[in-house]
């Protein structure tokens, strides 16, 4: 029997309405290629493994391997590591497919997940995925409400997030302390041309002093007011007021002056 381990902020789905409402949601193809973050015990890996061409299980418990091993036997491909550690574009190379990612993932390491697919975003179809519902409401907030920031840019950059249900506490082992929720991110084809560090640090660096002005947060971060007031974009707003797009024209406008910046130091 595999203890859940606080230490990993495991939390084993055990509620079976929940897994078949998240399998449902997949609607899986036999020619899918499905890599499983955490499978724990198993509980959507059984529901899953044979209706797919190929199937990954990334699981860093040792307990949890030698169970899943029991479980499913060899057949059942496991690669015991940090998930953070896994390179998608060598799986996405071996099985000539990209991955569709499913799994309730550790909740304290939420942020670096999220990144570590956006940074190989290429590889990867879709996503869907068990967080705390506070964390599914950022990933697909609109402009202009409290739960808009930085992580809902960046992600709206990448996919086209969906929340599809909420999950109570009493659907897991031990019971959690937050409420849940899965989300589907459905991974762009293709991302819109910007400067990408630029991009970054603009949003980072506009939420991170949200309550001020755009004009306030940029002058802070180095651009002159000269080159600010060239701007077409009002930057008389908050940050948490920009949607996506005008994120990405900010950054366009902004980057022939980053270099004006570099070459003058």
């Known amino acids: 029997m595999v203890v859940p381990k606080k230490s990993r902020s495991q939390h084993f789905l ?18 899918d290629t499905v890599l499983e973050i955490g499978p ?9 493994w044979q209706q797919v061409q190929h199937f990954v299980a ?15 036997g060899p057949e059942l491909t496991i690669l015991q ?25 550790p909740y304290h390491i939420t942020s670096e997940i999220l990144f570590w697919l956006f940074d190989q975003h290429e590889h990867v179809a879709d996503a869907t995925l068990m967080l705390q519902l506070e964390v599914a409401r950022r ?27 909420r999950v109570s506490p009493h659907c897991f082992w031990p019971e959690p302390s937050v409420e849940s929720a899965v989300v589907r991110l459905k991974f762009r084809r293709q991302i819109p041309a910007h400067n990408h560090p630029l991009f970054r ?8 002093k949200r309550r001020k ?16 007031k060239q701007l077409s974009l009002d930057l ?7 949607a996506l797009e005008e994120f990405l024209e900010l950054t366009r406008q902004l980057e022939s002056f980053q270099h004006q910046l570099h070459a003058e130091r």
């Open 213 to 228: 002005m755009l004009s306030s947060s940029l002058k802070f971060m180095g651009f002159r007011d000269h080159d600010l």
């Open 81 to 105: 590591q940090d998930v953070r550690k896994v390179r998608l574009d060598a799986l996405a190379s071996q099985y000539k497919s990209p991955m569709r990612v499913v799994g309730n993932i």
């Open 201 to 208: 640090t603009i949003v980072r660096g506009t939420f991170g």
């Open 139 to 165: 990933l697909t907030a609109d402009p202009g409400g409290k739960d808009y920031g930085i992580l809902s840019v960046v992600t709206q950059l990448f996919s086209d997030p969906e929340l599809l249900f």
């Open 236 to 242: 008389q707003r908050r940050p948490e007021e920009l």
């Open 40 to 48: 724990g015990r198993g509980v959507l890996t059984r529901q899953i």
């Open 14 to 31: 055990r509620d079976d309405n929940i897994v078949g409402k998240i399998v449902a949601s997949l609607a899986l193809q036999p020619s």
């Open 58 to 72: 990334v699981e860093i418990d040792e307990d949890a391997v030698v169970l899943l091993r029991e479980l499913f």
